[in-house]
């Protein structure tokens, strides 16, 4: 890994410093970043203090001269900026500077140029505060013409900063030997000395906690990072198959780019922006393909690695509780890491072929229809099953799934149960999933026996939909009323607003998102959509007015959890008003830090010399980002509980036996023969965790982060026992 690390760090740091960008190498950066805060002070004194210069190179401050008028320009004729920016992107020469300002000028603007005098005097000033507030570069004398270089001591940086980085900066891969437990918030992860040692809490410095107040925690992370997997070589032979053909499969393989629409003249306004739209939606979807490729190809390679070995994966958190695979491929990464991976250690499925027929039917899309209704979709399509475990690429049932080659594990896997029965051996990973699970919670911490029943947090044994809901509440709503843009909605929609519409507003709003977050997730999936409709490159208002509809649908289905979300952000901006840090102890014992802070940022931009530089420094600063902290507050708190809970149902599973299983926040995986326990150990760890005052304890941490503070106190409890969720069949299903 570190062999890896060290050659993916100096191909890329070669590569830049040969087209001569190595301020973008790491080391490059660190150096221009440490010297930029220096050089903006000092600029700044020079333009207080010096009115006059020495000769020096004039095309310097020719190109200060350039910005300075595009400045100008920005100031006096904003449209001709916004012009002339456009023309900027598709013109490289430095020439075309020169042209723009002739049009600035034949368009009326008037331009006082400077003589050379003055571009060498701004050039050279430039260059000595360079020079002497850096220490980054000297001027000396070759070939009888003065040169700017790299000090020696900028040198000698660079190449122990380069030395330095190629061991920090390993290719995380899972291990053939047992990663060492983690007897506390360090000491734990990768055993290999060469590896650098990581904290168990990333990206986050966290307040200091004994192990023995976070024992649910630590238990959960040192499990799950002694489960044994192995990677599935048929699936991987179906991949490997698939590239070598070029065959193109969803948005899993995707060889080729899409073609753009050609350029067509003498276009009305309004198919232009037509044409403009679909040219930009072409373009975003290439590059998302460029980015899956390069992404397939990384994998891959990772995975040849791996080879047929057995190997481990080490694990972290985050600051709430979360837990995280390290390397990749990863239980937790996309389709195709899931699809690749198995347990390495086969059981028999016994009883089990029952939630494996289940597991099967929700990699097909059908996780919203009853049990019954799932295995007697599995018993219908046993012949597809069948044979595209046999010939995966002549029979492609497989490939229309959502998840395609997890569909095409459980085809391989189920095939192998059809034929040996009950005596199968399985390490096919099997999901049980949370139904909403965020809703779920704000139904156990409010006791709000409606909520919980539309969550499928109650022995109800109908299986509930609370997205499904909310979007015929809204299709209801939009079908019954007056407004024009209603009615073309209804029509672009096809009189049904779907599910998928309305999934992302409801989880955004539950999280703390605003109202234009919300709108801009409505006009992201009609973008993608590509569908049909007559606002042409007006579709801003429409979408608007869609995201207000879901909105008042969500107020009144959920008005007890939106109610719930707003004090969490009111009780917490009672605090950071204060400037007191906001941390509160989670349920399993993490003490959780959600502050934000703002940042120092230094940005300049060039129109015309194609750059951009950012000075970003956190560590400066104490200044509280109290906005981002209140939103973030519902979020942090709802994943430190779904982290608590999954904490417990791993300690459980453990506890009865069973050694091989994944975590995906809040999603299970076992193998099917062990379902059956697992799911009770979910239901047992979620009644155990809400069955205790989490938002009453909340809020007495928060009042006693300021006691000068009146904390609003939560919403009222309903009549709800979260000890029904035990007897709930869909509740992880």
Same mark, same amino acid.
């Given at each position: 890994?570190?062999?890896?690390?060290?050659?993916?760090?100096?191909?890329?740091?070669?590569?830049?410093?040969?087209?001569?960008?190595?301020?973008?190498?790491?080391?490059?950066?660190?150096?221009?970043?440490?010297?930029?805060?220096?050089?903006?002070?000092?600029?700044?004194?020079?333009?207080?203090?010096?009115?006059?210069?020495?000769?020096?190179?004039?095309?310097?401050?020719?190109? /200060?001269?350039?910005?300075? +008028?595009?400045?100008?320009?920005?100031?006096?004729? @904003?449209?001709?900026?916004?012009?002339?920016?456009?023309?900027?992107?598709?013109?490289?020469?430095?020439?075309?500077?020169?042209?723009?300002?002739?049009?600035?000028?034949?368009?009326?603007?008037?331009?006082?140029?400077?003589?050379?005098?003055?571009?060498?005097?701004?050039?050279?000033?430039?260059?000595?505060?360079?020079?002497?507030?850096?220490?980054?570069?000297?001027?000396?004398? /070759?070939?009888?013409?003065?040169?700017?270089?790299?000090?020696?001591?900028?040198?000698?940086?660079?190449?122990?900063? %380069?030395?330095?980085?190629?061991?920090?900066? @390993?290719?995380?891969?899972?291990?053939?030997?047992?990663?060492?437990?983690?007897?506390?918030?360090?000491?734990?992860?990768?055993?290999?000395?060469?590896?650098?040692?990581?904290?168990?809490?990333?990206?986050?410095?966290?307040?200091?906690?004994?192990?023995?107040?976070?024992?649910?925690?630590?238990?959960?992370?040192?499990?799950?990072?002694?489960?044994?997997?192995?990677?599935?070589?048929?699936?991987?032979?179906?991949?490997?198959?698939?590239?070598?053909?070029?065959?193109?499969?969803?948005?899993?393989?995707?060889?080729?780019?899409?073609?753009?629409?050609?350029?067509?003249?003498?276009?009305?306004?309004?198919?232009?922006?037509? *044409?403009?739209?679909?040219?930009?939606?072409?373009?975003?979807?290439?590059?998302?393909?460029?980015?899956?490729?390069?992404?397939?190809?990384?994998?891959?390679?990772?995975?040849?690695?791996?080879?047929?070995?057995?190997?481990?994966?080490?694990?972290?958190?985050?600051?709430?509780?979360?837990?995280?695979?390290?390397?990749?491929?990863?239980?937790?990464?996309?389709?195709?890491?899931?699809?690749?991976?198995?347990?390495?250690?086969?059981?028999?499925?016994?009883?089990?072929?029952?939630?494996?027929? /289940?597991?099967?039917?929700?990699?097909?899309?059908?996780?919203?229809?009853?049990?019954?209704?799932? +295995?007697?979709?599995?018993?219908?399509?046993?012949?597809?099953?069948?044979?595209?475990?046999?010939?995966?690429?002549?029979?492609?049932?497989?490939?229309?799934?959502?998840?395609?080659?997890?569909?095409? *594990?459980?085809?391989?896997?189920?095939?192998? !149960?059809?034929?040996?029965?009950?005596?199968?051996?399985?390490?096919?990973?099997?999901?049980?999933?949370?139904?909403?699970?965020?809703?779920?919670? !704000?139904?156990?911490? =409010?006791?709000?026996?409606?909520?919980?029943?539309?969550?499928?947090?109650?022995?109800?044994?109908?299986?509930?939909?609370?997205?499904?809901?909310?979007?015929?509440?809204?299709?209801?709503?939009?079908?019954?009323?007056?407004?024009?843009?209603?009615?073309?909605?209804?029509?672009?929609?096809?009189?049904?607003?779907?599910?998928?519409?309305?999934?992302?507003? /409801?989880?955004?709003?539950?999280?703390?998102?605003? +109202?234009?977050?919300?709108?801009?997730?409505?006009?992201?999936?009609?973008?993608?959509?590509? =569908?049909?409709?007559?606002?042409?490159?007006?579709?801003?208002?429409?979408?608007?007015?869609?995201?207000?509809?879901?909105?008042?649908?969500?107020?009144?289905?959920?008005?007890? *959890?939106?109610?719930?979300?707003?004090?969490?952000?009111?009780?917490?901006?009672?605090?950071?008003?204060?400037?007191?840090? =906001?941390?509160?102890?989670?349920?399993?014992?993490?003490?959780?830090?959600?502050?934000?802070?703002?940042?120092?940022?230094?940005?300049?931009?060039?129109?015309?010399?194609?750059?951009?530089?950012?000075?970003?420094?956190?560590? %400066?600063?104490?200044?509280?980002?109290?906005?981002?902290?209140?939103?973030?507050?519902?979020?942090?708190?709802?994943?430190?509980?779904?982290?608590?809970?999954?904490?417990?149902?791993?300690?459980?599973?453990?506890?009865?036996?069973?050694?091989?299983?994944?975590?995906?926040?809040?999603?299970?995986?076992?193998?099917?023969?062990?379902?059956?326990?697992?799911?009770?150990?979910?239901?047992?760890?979620?009644?155990?965790?809400?069955?205790?005052?989490?938002?009453?304890?909340?809020?007495?941490?928060?009042?006693?982060?300021?006691?000068?503070?009146?904390?609003?106190? @939560?919403?009222?409890?309903?009549?709800?026992? @979260?000890?029904?969720?035990?007897?709930?069949? !869909?509740?992880?299903?």
């Amino acid at each position: 890994m570190v062999a890896l690390g060290r050659d993916r760090h100096r191909s890329q740091s070669s590569r830049l410093r040969s087209e001569g960008r190595e301020t973008l190498t790491v080391a490059g950066r660190r150096l221009l970043h440490g010297a930029l805060a220096k050089v903006v002070t000092a600029v700044q004194e020079w333009k207080d203090l010096a009115g006059s210069g020495q000769p020096g190179p004039w095309h310097l401050g020719r190109a /200060i001269e350039r910005e300075a +008028q595009m400045l100008r320009v920005r100031e006096e004729e @904003p449209w001709l900026a916004t012009l002339i920016e456009k023309k900027m992107r598709w013109r490289n020469r430095k020439t075309h500077a020169d042209e723009l300002i002739e049009i600035a000028q034949d368009r009326g603007w008037r331009r006082e140029p400077w003589d050379i005098k003055q571009a060498r005097m701004v050039g050279q000033a430039c260059l000595e505060i360079l020079t002497a507030h850096t220490g980054l570069v000297e001027k000396i004398r /070759i070939d009888k013409r003065w040169r700017l270089v790299a000090t020696r001591q900028a040198r000698s940086w660079l190449r122990e900063a %380069d030395e330095f980085y190629e061991l920090r900066r @390993p290719v995380l891969l899972p291990t053939p030997t047992p990663p060492l437990d983690w007897p506390g918030l360090t000491g734990g992860g990768y055993a290999d000395n060469a590896v650098l040692r990581r904290p168990l809490v990333k990206n986050r410095k966290i307040p200091a906690v004994k192990p023995e107040q976070i024992t649910d925690l630590l238990t959960c992370v040192n499990h799950l990072q002694s489960t044994r997997w192995r990677i599935n070589q048929e699936v991987l032979e179906t991949i490997s198959e698939l590239r070598e053909r070029g065959l193109e499969l969803g948005e899993v393989f995707t060889p080729q780019d899409e073609t753009p629409p050609p350029f067509i003249e003498n276009l009305d306004e309004t198919r232009r922006q037509a *044409a403009k739209l679909q040219y930009r939606l072409v373009k975003e979807r290439n590059a998302q393909r460029r980015g899956r490729r390069l992404y397939l190809q990384r994998l891959l390679f990772g995975v040849g690695l791996l080879g047929d070995h057995e190997f481990y994966v080490p694990h972290q958190t985050d600051f709430r509780g979360r837990v995280f695979a390290i390397p990749t491929p990863s239980i937790m990464g996309s389709d195709i890491e899931r699809g690749l991976l198995e347990f390495a250690e086969a059981k028999p499925v016994g009883d089990g072929g029952k939630w494996l027929a /289940i597991h099967g039917a929700n990699m097909f899309g059908l996780d919203k229809v009853s049990f019954d209704a799932r +295995q007697q979709w599995v018993a219908e399509h046993e012949q597809d099953i069948r044979a595209a475990a046999a010939d995966p690429l002549g029979a492609t049932f497989w490939a229309d799934a959502p998840e395609p080659l997890q569909a095409l *594990a459980f085809c391989k896997d189920y095939a192998g !149960y059809l034929e040996r029965g009950p005596a199968h051996e399985s390490r096919l990973v099997c999901f049980a999933d949370g139904v909403c699970n965020a809703l779920q919670i !704000y139904a156990m911490l =409010l006791r709000d026996e409606k909520l919980a029943r539309l969550t499928c947090c109650t022995a109800d044994p109908e299986r509930h939909d609370i997205y499904q809901r909310i979007a015929d509440l809204v299709t209801e709503e939009m079908s019954s009323t007056p407004f024009e843009t209603d009615r073309e909605w209804m029509k672009v929609l096809g009189g049904v607003v779907p599910r998928e519409l309305v999934k992302t507003p /409801i989880l955004a709003m539950v999280y703390g998102s605003t +109202q234009y977050g919300q709108m801009q997730f409505v006009v992201d999936w009609f973008e993608k959509a590509a =569908l049909e409709h007559p606002w042409k490159d007006r579709y801003f208002f429409p979408c608007k007015r869609l995201s207000e509809v879901i909105s008042k649908i969500m107020e009144q289905e959920l008005l007890r *959890a939106i109610a719930c979300r707003r004090w969490f952000q009111r009780a917490s901006r009672r605090v950071v008003r204060r400037d007191i840090p =906001l941390i509160w102890k989670s349920p399993s014992g993490l003490k959780v830090d959600g502050t934000y802070y703002r940042q120092k940022k230094i940005c300049i931009s060039s129109t015309f010399q194609k750059i951009r530089i950012r000075y970003d420094d956190a560590s %400066d600063t104490e200044t509280f980002d109290r906005p981002r902290s209140t939103r973030a507050m519902s979020a942090h708190f709802i994943h430190s509980c779904d982290a608590a809970a999954l904490h417990k149902t791993v300690a459980k599973v453990r506890g009865r036996g069973i050694d091989s299983f994944a975590t995906v926040h809040d999603c299970l995986g076992v193998r099917a023969a062990d379902y059956d326990v697992a799911s009770q150990c979910v239901r047992e760890a979620y009644a155990e965790t809400f069955s205790q005052p989490l938002l009453m304890n909340l809020h007495s941490q928060l009042q006693k982060l300021a006691p000068d503070a009146e904390v609003p106190y @939560p919403p009222g409890r309903g009549s709800y026992d @979260p000890a029904e969720v035990i007897e709930a069949p !869909y509740f992880w299903s």
